[in-house]
């Protein structure tokens, strides 16, 4: 019994997803044609094999990443973006205490 109440308590820890240190805070703008996705008032290209995870932590396809979401995302040294991750609000709210 104590070993279930400790594992239910320490669930929402284990819940939290590492974000990349090297990523940069955005918001996905209009849609665009594959492989271009639009981050703010940027137009960038997306790197081969790279990839969309969303609040859920599943992968996602490029379609189904919608406008004006909180977003992290990673360059690759082409410039290209790698990964993008879509931003839940508590980690928002994380990101916005810690700047």
């Known amino acids: 019994m104590l070993l279930l109440a400790f594992l ?7 819940a ?3 974000l990349p240190a090297d990523a940069k ?3 996905t703008g209009d849609i665009q044609m ?3 996705v639009q981050i703010g008032y940027e137009t960038r290209r997306l790197a081969p094999g790279g ?3 969303d609040a859920n932590n ?3 396809t490029h379609g189904q990443l919608r406008p004006l979401t909180e977003i992290l995302y990673v360059l690759n040294r082409d410039g290209d973006v ?3 991750i879509v931003l839940t609000p508590e980690e928002q709210a994380r990101l916005d205490r810690a700047n």
């Open 82 to 84: 790698s990964r993008i």
């Open 58 to 60: 599943r992968a996602i």
């Open 34 to 36: 594959l492989p271009l």
């Open 8 to 14: 239910v308590c320490a669930a929402p820890a284990w």
């Open 16 to 18: 939290q997803r590492a």
């Open 51 to 53: 990839v969309i995870i």
């Open 25 to 27: 805070r955005g918001q």
